[in-house]
């Protein structure tokens, strides 16, 4: 499941968005012959790379969370 669309968060992928965007106003037939699977491809790579960038971000972001707390932790049992 991607993220919305239209959010700030995907400003980098607007283009690629706008080409699909584009590409199925051409009309039904245009889109169910396959014309726009590389645009859909490059929205779905484009919004693959925003996800890994969050992910990784969000993992440093815990990691230094819990560094945070196991100091606090060992302060703790240091003082008792």
Not at 20 to 45: I, P, S, W
Request: charged residues 30%; glycine residues 2%.
């Amino acid at each position: 499941m991607h993220p919305h669309l239209h959010t700030s968060q995907n400003k980098n992928c607007e283009d690629v968005m706008n080409a699909l965007d584009e590409c199925h106003a051409r009309g039904f037939l245009y889109k169910a012959a396959g014309m726009c699977t590389d645009a859909k491809h490059q929205v779905n790579m484009c919004l693959r790379a925003q996800r890994l960038e969050r992910t990784k971000a969000n993992r440093e972001k815990a990691k230094a969370q819990r560094e945070k707390i196991e100091a606090k932790w060992a302060e703790i049992d240091a003082n008792t």
